[in-house]
């Protein structure tokens, strides 16, 4: 079955990058999203990737796809105390627009 | 401004007794869904519609029901049957459903509503 897993933490320091990894196993995803939790709230949308393409930015975002590998990364440039939160990655399911998310990686930026 | 409401924010459940999760939309979306959320695990699939007067099982339905008689309205009901509901629960929707065509299709979240019980 469809599966995404994400590592659960990841700390740097403010002012460096953080690169937030994502594996998935289903080969037919059409896209692939990152989303971003803070405490107590909902989960708001960073962005997203066609399967089609292999790299997208958006200001300090990078988002990574290597379709071959099944992996996506986050790449955050001058991470900042703000950026500090839980990071999901989902994957479009074919069937009526059903998202597989991974576990959420927890990040801690360090002033 | 168009958003996902969900309330109430903090609920609190008696043992034997039903509560009802509301989430109201009023994006214009097809689709709606509900989450539950547990420290560690990520989101897990209760209950999702594609359409009004129309609703599908996810991964842990059992011990939930709902109803989709509004486009903009999605109640979720936990029933005494769930016998572990505390944990932050989801509401979400996307737009239009697939029709032949792949979609992007993200899906916008409201800010959850925290069920405990008492």
């Known amino acids: 079955g469809e599966d995404v897993e994400q590592s659960l933490f990841l700390s740097v320091r403010e002012g460096d990058s953080s690169v937030i990894n994502c594996t998935y196993t289903?080969?037919?995803?059409?896209?692939l999203y990152w989303y971003k939790q803070e405490p107590g709230a909902g989960l708001q949308l960073l962005t997203y990737?066609?399967?089609?393409?292999d790299m997208k930015q958006d200001q300090r975002l990078t988002v990574l796809l290597n379709k071959k590998d099944k992996h996506l990364s986050l790449r955050i440039a001058d991470t900042q105390t703000g950026d500090s939160a839980i990071y999901f990655c989902?994957?479009?399911?074919?069937?009526?627009?059903?998202?597989?998310f991974g576990q959420g990686t927890e990040l801690s930026v360090k002033p | 401004d168009g958003g996902i409401t969900q309330s109430p924010k903090y609920l609190f459940r008696k043992e034997g007794q039903n509560v009802t999760l509301s989430c109201e939309q009023n994006?214009?979306?097809?689709?709606m869904y509900w989450y539950r959320q547990d420290p560690g695990q990520g989101l897990r699939l209760i209950y999702y519609?594609?359409?009004?007067?129309?609703?599908q099982k996810g991964d842990i339905a059992e011990g939930y029901s709902v109803s989709r008689e509004k486009k903009e309205s999605f109640p979720l009901t936990v029933t005494s049957a769930q016998k572990n509901p505390t944990a932050f629960y989801l509401c979400?929707?996307?737009?239009?459903?697939?029709?032949?065509?792949?979609?992007?299709?993200?899906?916008?979240f409201g800010d959850g509503t925290r069920l405990s019980i008492l």
């Open positions: 979400a929707s996307s737009p239009n459903r697939d029709r032949g065509v792949v979609w992007n299709q993200p899906q916008h």
């Open positions: 289903d080969s037919s995803s059409t896209y």
């Open positions: 990737i066609f399967s089609n393409m």
């Open positions: 989902a994957e479009k399911n074919n069937q009526g627009g059903k998202l597989i």
């Open positions: 994006l214009n979306h097809d689709a």
């Open positions: 519609s594609q359409i009004v007067n129309d609703f």
